[in-house]
């Protein structure tokens, strides 16, 4: 019932910045809260940030102070602005929705989208 349609991502040098954006359209009323994961080659799927509905976030350790999540509830619309970019954030990144009342299990993803970093 949820589609969720992800724009952005690329080749940037490190030190600069790139942006990230993920679509919901559907049944999106149910949706708490949206975010952005990340996945590098040999390592599992892990959080980069997410933003709940209510306006509360949460950032991986290892990108605080350089990324920034927002929202536009309205549009069903979330962004992830990148800067100070490493090579180490190297990943391919998902979009991620979850929906009140549910647990994980039912989280919806996007198709994720390459974001290469170059030293």
């Known amino acids: 019932q949820v589609q969720l349609v992800e724009s952005g991502g690329g080749l940037v040098q490190a030190g600069g910045s790139l942006s990230l954006s993920c679509a919901a359209s559907g049944s999106t009323g149910s949706i708490s809260a949206m975010g952005w994961y990340r996945q590098a080659p040999g390592k599992q799927r892990e959080l980069v940030a997410r933003?709940?509905?209510?306006?509360?976030?949460v950032y991986a350790d290892s990108v605080k102070g350089r990324f920034t999540i927002s929202r536009d509830n309205a549009a069903n619309t979330v962004l992830l602005q990148m800067n100070s970019l490493k090579p180490e954030d190297t990943a391919v990144y998902y979009c991620n929705a979850r929906f009140r009342g549910l647990r994980p299990d039912n989280d919806y993803w996007g198709q994720g989208t390459q974001v290469t970093v170059s030293s």
């Open positions: 933003i709940w509905n209510t306006g509360g976030t």
